[in-house]
Protein backbone atom coordinates (compact mmCIF):
# COMPACT_ATOMS: atom_id res chain seq x y z
CA UNK A 1 0.00 0.00 0.00
CA UNK A 2 1.26 3.13 -0.65
CA UNK A 3 -0.68 6.42 -0.24
CA UNK A 4 2.16 8.69 -1.82
CA UNK A 5 1.25 6.52 -5.37
CA UNK A 6 -1.55 8.27 -7.58
CA UNK A 7 -1.79 5.06 -9.24
CA UNK A 8 -1.36 0.92 -8.36
CA UNK A 9 1.97 0.26 -9.88
CA UNK A 10 2.21 -3.37 -11.50
CA UNK A 11 5.39 -5.11 -12.74
CA UNK A 12 5.52 -6.52 -15.94
CA UNK A 13 5.50 -10.24 -14.71
CA UNK A 14 2.22 -9.45 -12.74
CA UNK A 15 1.05 -7.64 -15.97
CA UNK A 16 1.72 -10.64 -17.82
CA UNK A 17 0.06 -12.96 -15.46
CA UNK A 18 -3.24 -11.24 -15.52
CA UNK A 19 -3.21 -11.00 -19.31
CA UNK A 20 -2.54 -7.52 -20.03
CA UNK A 21 -0.29 -7.73 -23.24
CA UNK A 22 2.18 -4.61 -23.73
CA UNK A 23 4.53 -4.21 -26.41
CA UNK A 24 7.46 -1.82 -25.85
CA UNK A 25 5.83 0.93 -27.93
CA UNK A 26 3.32 0.95 -24.69
CA UNK A 27 5.94 2.22 -22.54
CA UNK A 28 6.05 6.24 -23.17
CA UNK A 29 5.04 7.51 -20.28
CA UNK A 30 7.64 8.99 -17.58
CA UNK A 31 6.92 8.11 -13.77
CA UNK A 32 8.75 9.40 -11.07
CA UNK A 33 9.84 6.69 -8.66
CA UNK A 34 12.41 6.74 -5.83
CA UNK A 35 14.89 5.15 -7.92
CA UNK A 36 14.05 8.08 -10.29
CA UNK A 37 12.31 9.32 -13.39
CA UNK A 38 11.53 5.60 -15.81
CA UNK A 39 9.07 4.64 -18.40
CA UNK A 40 5.71 3.28 -18.00
CA UNK A 41 2.74 2.00 -19.51
CA UNK A 42 -0.27 3.46 -18.41
CA UNK A 43 -3.35 0.56 -18.18
CA UNK A 44 -6.68 0.10 -16.91
CA UNK A 45 -6.83 -3.53 -14.62
CA UNK A 46 -10.70 -5.03 -15.57
CA UNK A 47 -10.66 -5.66 -11.84
CA UNK A 48 -8.24 -5.80 -8.56
CA UNK A 49 -8.83 -8.19 -5.68
CA UNK A 50 -7.34 -8.01 -2.35
CA UNK A 51 -9.20 -10.60 -0.19
CA UNK A 52 -12.59 -10.12 -0.28
CA UNK A 53 -12.20 -6.02 -1.84
CA UNK A 54 -12.96 -5.95 -5.70
CA UNK A 55 -12.53 -2.78 -7.71
CA UNK A 56 -13.33 -2.42 -11.69
CA UNK A 57 -11.70 -0.95 -14.19
CA UNK A 58 -8.87 0.32 -12.04
CA UNK A 59 -6.17 3.04 -13.75
CA UNK A 60 -2.44 1.39 -13.37
CA UNK A 61 1.11 1.96 -14.57
CA UNK A 62 3.43 -1.13 -15.35
CA UNK A 63 6.43 -0.67 -14.59
CA UNK A 64 9.83 -3.19 -16.01
CA UNK A 65 10.61 -5.76 -13.31
CA UNK A 66 13.85 -4.22 -12.59
CA UNK A 67 12.55 -1.25 -11.48
CA UNK A 68 9.84 -2.41 -9.27
CA UNK A 69 9.99 -5.56 -7.48
CA UNK A 70 6.94 -5.10 -4.96
CA UNK A 71 3.29 -4.21 -6.72
CA UNK A 72 1.99 -1.00 -5.08
CA UNK A 73 -1.58 -0.84 -4.07
CA UNK A 74 -2.24 3.41 -4.79
CA UNK A 75 -4.70 5.55 -5.03
CA UNK A 76 -6.59 4.79 -8.05
CA UNK A 77 -7.80 1.37 -6.05
CA UNK A 78 -7.77 3.01 -2.47
CA UNK A 79 -9.83 6.69 -3.04
CA UNK A 80 -12.60 3.83 -4.23
CA UNK A 81 -12.81 2.74 -0.98
CA UNK A 82 -14.92 3.18 1.71
CA UNK A 83 -12.44 3.77 4.34
CA UNK A 84 -8.85 1.95 4.80
CA UNK A 85 -6.66 2.83 8.04
CA UNK A 86 -4.13 1.01 9.91
CA UNK A 87 -5.52 -0.22 12.61
CA UNK A 88 -3.47 -2.35 15.55
CA UNK A 89 -0.39 -2.83 13.26
CA UNK A 90 -3.01 -4.83 10.51
CA UNK A 91 -4.43 -3.07 7.32
CA UNK A 92 -8.20 -2.18 7.17
CA UNK A 93 -9.73 -1.98 3.86
CA UNK A 94 -13.49 -1.00 3.61
CA UNK A 95 -15.57 -0.92 0.63
Known sequence: IDTGATLVAI????ARRAGISL???????EVNTANGAIKAAVVTVERLQIGKISVEN???????????????????????????QVENGSLLLVQ
Open 58 to 84: VQAVVIDDRALQTNLIGMSFLQRLQKY
Open 23 to 29: NPSDFIH
Open 11 to 14: NTST
